[in-house]
């Protein structure tokens, strides 16, 4: 089948032809318009980590260039990842265009120049990266993961933190609810609406360590439940009686 590129090209042919009418062209023009916008991406070089200047690397990924090779390998990434409709992408080239789009909201259409790739392929393999990424790694942050939140870790988290001179000598990291916003749904809309916020959201509930990392994070639930109802069906509350202690024994605490 030929592109929607193509088909234009020949439309405009047989109107100056005069194969088809000025009515014609305008009716198959507008029945053959593609619906996502024609970003070029054929005249930019393909993503080569490589090639990338260092410090752009820094700013795109918030990841030092170096670095780049020992996460892939810390997280398994693995050699290839394919989409669902056959596109492949290098394991490194789809971890960098992941951390792109996390390091700071931007456009499928932004970072075009970057990968050298179409804002289909972007979308696909981002998706494709997260996807392996959640199902791979998802249990380390929605689970309580010992491996940072042991006992030695914890101590030196209310440390940290009792350093700062707070009330609570045992508190090893911070607690809240966050609402993201989103589109008003067709349906169940009731189940969704924040009554506080007044907006449409999912919300999530998250644990902050002192050095800036999310020790525990659950959700999405619908936006219209309270933080202390999130809280009590998170399941939280068995894991901090369960593990929430200091190596001598003493339990510990959030804020």
């Not at 194969?19 to 005249?43: A, K, M, Q, W």
């Not at 009792?162 to 067709?186: H, M, Q, V, W, Y």
Request: hydrophobic share 40%; with cysteine; glycine share 6%.
């Amino acid at each position: 089948m030929a592109s929607f590129k193509k088909v234009q090209e020949m439309l405009c042919l047989c109107l100056v032809e005069e194969i088809i009418d000025e009515e014609e062209f305008v009716l198959l023009c507008d029945t053959y318009r593609p619906r996502n916008l024609p970003f070029p991406h054929s005249g930019y070089e393909k993503f080569s980590l490589a090639n990338t200047d260092p410090a752009e690397c820094k700013v795109d990924s918030r990841v030092e260039k170096r670095d780049i090779p020992l996460l892939v390998d810390a997280l398994t990434v693995p050699p290839v990842f394919r989409s669902h409709n056959g596109k492949i992408c290098d394991g490194a080239e789809g971890l960098c265009i992941m951390l792109k789009r996390f390091a700071y909201p931007c456009w499928y259409s932004d970072i075009i120049p970057i990968f050298g790739r179409s804002v289909p392929e972007l979308s696909m393999i981002s998706n494709e990266v997260v996807d392996w990424m959640y199902s791979t790694h998802g249990h380390k942050i929605t689970q309580w993961n010992h491996d940072l939140l042991n006992p030695a870790a914890l101590n030196e988290y209310a440390d940290a933190i009792s350093n700062k001179g707070p009330a609570l000598e045992n508190c090893f990291g911070f607690i809240d609810g966050t609402l993201r916003p989103i589109s008003r749904p067709d349906e169940n809309q009731r189940i969704v609406y924040n009554g506080h916020k007044r907006v449409h959201a999912l919300n999530f509930q998250s644990i902050v360590l002192p050095n800036g990392l999310i020790g525990h994070l659950y959700g999405p639930v619908e936006g219209r439940m309270h933080d202390a109802r999130m809280l009590a069906v998170s399941g939280l509350y068995d894991d901090l009686k369960n593990f929430a202690f200091y190596p001598a024994g003493r339990a510990m605490c959030l804020w």
